[in-house]
């Protein structure tokens, strides 16, 4: 089963972060492509997760179960789905660990996945290291800009009792995307072993006729 480590960061501290990852539509809501398909059941979780690679467009349909332990701040999800227009089958275990890092937050992430059927070729080495770089990327976003659109009461009334004028409501959090687009990903890192490809043949070309 591969692997993948993750890191993320946000700025805010951990007792405002980790309440948010134990609401599982909140969290949801900040990741690219995926949904909740109907409400949680104890620490089950429904859901799909849509993602583009390409020409080819998967909607990965399933459950999981989250449990997070507030003493160590850690958690685990484990997941599995399919996807049955390819006939592609995913299951994922994501072990996390929320850590305080000066005035922010820092989540470490390890993957363990597997990926078969059709979109098996996907799971390959720097095409589903890229296509996990950006989803964690997106996902941070989303999830900061969530935290700073859900201020604290305390800290609203706070500002309410010491200013007159009222201040600007904070923007709300952008809208997620409806499914992770890695099709631009895949043409780049083509672009990328063309260059390398023939890069390489130039150099050794270049080589042989200085002898």
């Known amino acids: 089963m591969p692997t993948m480590t993750q890191t993320l960061a946000v700025n805010f501290p951990r007792a405002r972060v980790w309440p948010l990852l134990g609401d599982v539509e909140q969290v949801m809501s900040c990741m690219p492509g995926a949904s909740l398909t109907k409400p949680r059941e104890g620490d089950r979780i429904f859901g799909q997760m849509r993602v583009k690679l390409g020409p080819i467009a998967a909607a990965f349909a399933g459950e999981g179960t989250l449990t997070m332990d507030e003493a160590t701040h850690t958690g685990v999800i484990h997941g599995q789905g399919t996807d049955p227009k390819n006939n592609s089958r995913a299951k994922a275990d994501v072990t996390f ?37 950006r989803l964690t990327a997106e996902f941070a976003r ?70």
């Open 97 to 133: 660990a929320v850590v305080e890092e000066g005035p922010g937050t820092r989540i470490d992430l390890t993957v363990d996945f597997t990926l078969t059927g059709v979109l098996a070729q996907f799971s390959r080495g720097a095409i589903v290291q890229e296509i996990a770089n």
């Open 142 to 211: 989303n999830l900061e800009a969530k935290l700073a659109a859900t201020a604290p009461v305390a800290e609203e009334e706070a500002a309410a009792s010491s200013d007159v004028v009222a201040a600007p409501a904070p923007e709300p959090a952008p809208e997620p995307a409806k499914e992770l687009n890695a099709g631009n990903l895949l043409w780049v890192m083509l672009k990328d072993w063309l260059r390398g490809l023939f890069g390489g043949r130039s150099l050794q070309d270049n080589h042989s006729r200085s002898r």
